[in-house]
């Protein structure tokens, strides 16, 4: 996808930039022939319950595909349970990113909300955005090397 128009992500936060949060654009900056625009402002400071949620809406509603991120759930269920229902009411798909180096049980209240998992490697990420935000396939082989003697 070196040509066209850039992949519009929203990568879900709780207004911070959190490790795996950075790892994610980490991931998406050393893909090669991929180009993405990010939507997500997690440095925004908003007061008011409603104007927080105002703001994730048009945020996601910028975005072609939502990047869940699980460890989100352990420091605010409710926020990501927000961002991931607000991206499928408006049929937004959504990868879920799980805990990286960790294994984080996502509560049973977001069991089948992810359209796809990802693995937190740079292939299956990128792999899993073209599927979803522009039903792309790869079809990408892996090409193993090795010496007879």
């Excluded at 929203?10 to 654009?25: A, I, K, P």
């Excluded at 625009?37 to 105002?54: I, M």
């Excluded at 509560?107 to 979803?132: I, Y």
Aim: with cysteine; proline share 4%; aromatic share 10%.
């Amino acid at each position: 996808m070196v040509s066209g128009d850039p992949i519009r992500v929203f990568v879900t936060h709780d207004w911070q930039e959190s490790d795996d949060y950075l790892r994610v654009f980490e991931y998406l900056e050393g893909a090669r022939n991929f180009r993405y625009l990010n939507c997500s402002v997690p440095d925004r400071q908003l007061s008011g319950h409603e104007a927080v949620r105002e703001e994730l809406r048009r945020q996601i509603n910028a975005a072609e595909v939502v990047i869940a991120l699980a460890s989100l759930s352990a420091q605010n269920r409710d926020l990501l349970y927000f961002e991931i229902n607000f991206a499928k009411s408006a049929d937004r798909p959504v990868v879920m990113m799980p805990g990286f180096g960790r294994d984080y049980p996502l509560p049973r209240e977001f069991n089948g909300l992810a359209d796809e998992t990802a693995k937190w490697d740079e292939r299956s990420l990128v792999d899993a955005l073209r599927r979803q935000a522009r039903h792309e396939e790869t079809m990408r082989w892996d090409t193993i090397e090795f010496k007879l003697d």
